[in-house]
C-alpha cells in the first residue's frame, strides 16, 4: 500500500481493535466473567457476523460512489529515473567485481591483452 492512505486507515483499525480487545478482557477478567457459560455468546456471535456481511457491501458502494482511495494512474505510475539508475550502476558495478575476481575472466583478460601488459609491466 505504499504508505498511502489505506494503508495508515488500515493500521489505525488494527490498533484499535487490538486496543479494545485489551480493553474488554481486562474488564472481563477484572469482574471474574466467563463468556463461555453464557447462554447469549452464540446468539451474539451470529448477531455479529450477520451484521458484518449486511453492512460490508453498502460500505463497498458507498466508498466507490465517493470515490474513495481511487488510485490516481498518473501520481501512481511516476518513477524517478536518477534513483533507478543509480540502482542500475551499483548492481552493474557488483557484478563486474564478482566477474573480475573469478579465474575465467583473468585468463581470458591475459590472453586478450598479453602484449600490453608485456609492453608496460616495466
Known amino acids: 500500500m505504499s504508505f498511502s492512505?489505506?494503508?495508515?486507515?488500515?493500521?489505525?483499525?488494527?490498533?484499535?481493535g487490538i486496543l479494545f480487545l485489551?480493553?474488554?478482557m481486562t474488564?472481563?477478567?477484572?469482574n471474574q466473567y466467563n463468556p463461555f457459560a453464557d447462554p447469549v455468546l452464540l446468539a451474539f456471535i451470529m448477531m455479529a457476523v450477520v451484521a458484518a456481511a449486511a453492512v460490508k457491501p453498502i460500505l463497498n458502494v458507498i466508498s466507490s460512489y465517493m470515490k474513495?482511495?481511487?488510485?490516481?494512474?498518473?501520481?501512481?505510475l511516476k518513477i524517478d529515473i536518477?534513483?533507478?539508475?543509480?540502482?542500475?550502476?551499483?548492481?552493474n558495478m557488483k557484478r563486474l567485481i564478482r566477474n573480475?575476481?573469478?579465474?575465467?575472466?583473468?585468463?581470458k583478460f591475459m590472453r586478450n591483452n598479453r602484449e600490453w601488459i608485456i609492453h608496460n609491466i616495466a
Not at 27 to 30: A, E
Not at 82 to 91: E, G, P
Not at 100 to 107: A, C, D, M, Y
Open 68 to 76: 474513495l482511495w481511487e488510485i490516481n494512474a498518473i501520481e501512481h
Open 22 to 24: 485489551c480493553m474488554g
Open 27 to 30: 474488564t472481563m477478567m477484572r
Open 82 to 91: 536518477a534513483q533507478v539508475n543509480r540502482l542500475d550502476k551499483d548492481n
Open 100 to 107: 573480475i575476481q573469478t579465474n575465467p575472466f583473468r585468463h
Open 5 to 16: 492512505s489505506q494503508y495508515y486507515f488500515v493500521v489505525s483499525l488494527s490498533t484499535w
